[in-house]
């Protein structure tokens, strides 16, 4: 089955700790992006990136950091400067190509709570 | 900046009611999409709508989109309470190899029996 698989599901860590949040996806996709959504509230772009070897910061970077060697995969570091790294975590994929949708799929999410 | 704003945020309603949610966004664009999510889970792909005037409906949902207004709309028809949920649309700037979305902020539908 195609699709884009995150895990851990969930992730308890101490504070000042890093942690690296995994995501695949076996879509073909060339484009990859992580959001963080905190209760209540919609999505925000972390990092993305269109393609391997290459990526952008989004909204909210500050604290994180991600590399992209392979097109399947894009593991998501929060780092312990990151203030309030409590959240749910979300990768998705689309592709690139001029003639798609570029309609972004999601993966099932990690939810990290840090103490 | 692209601002998406959704009204409205919070959504009762009773079954068997028809009610729309409103997406407004700030700059062109070409691509609109409306996704859905329940609680604890990931987002759900509902709708891709692609040119001015285009209407797309699945089941008891419909979305349509005016690119002039900047508005897309997500109609509820005859509510049931298995669309509980929080949809959420997004907006992708007309930007050439900008592949970025920007979510607007939710709205969260609850049907009441």
């Known amino acids: 089955d195609g699709g884009i698989t995150q895990s851990p599901k969930y992730l308890f860590r101490k504070e000042g700790q890093n942690v690296t949040l995994s995501c695949e996806q076996n879509?073909?996709?060339?484009?990859m992006y992580w959001y963080r959504q905190d209760p209540g509230q919609g999505l925000r772009l972390i990092y993305y990136s269109q393609i391997v070897n290459d990526f952008q910061k989004g909204d909210i970077a500050e604290g994180y950091s991600v590399s992209r060697e392979k097109k399947e995969s894009f593991p998501l570091t929060v780092t312990s400067a990151q203030k309030n790294p409590t959240a749910f975590y979300l990768c998705?994929?689309?592709?690139?190509?001029?003639?798609?949708?570029?309609?972004?799929?999601f993966g099932p999410g990690t939810r990290l709570t840090v103490t | 900046e692209l601002k998406v704003e959704q009204n409205p945020l919070f959504l009762s309603m009773q079954e068997g009611k028809n009610y729309t949610i409103y997406c407004n966004y700030s700059?062109?664009?070409?691509?609109l999409y409306w996704y859905r999510q329940d609680p604890g889970k990931s987002l759900e792909s509902l709708f891709v709508l692609l040119s001015n005037g285009a209407v797309k409906q699945e089941g008891r949902l419909m979305a349509s989109l005016d690119t002039k207004a900047r508005l897309s709309t997500l109609h509820i028809t005859a509510a049931v309470h298995d669309l509980s949920a929080t949809y959420f649309c997004?907006?992708?700037?007309?930007?050439?190899?900008?592949?970025?979305?920007?979510f607007g902020t939710g709205t969260r539908l609850t049907i009441i029996p």
């Open positions: 997004a907006v992708r700037p007309r930007n050439f190899g900008n592949e970025k979305l920007t």
């Open positions: 998705a994929s689309s592709t690139t190509s001029s003639s798609a949708l570029y309609e972004q799929y």
């Open positions: 879509l073909n996709h060339d484009a």
């Open positions: 700059t062109t664009s070409d691509r």
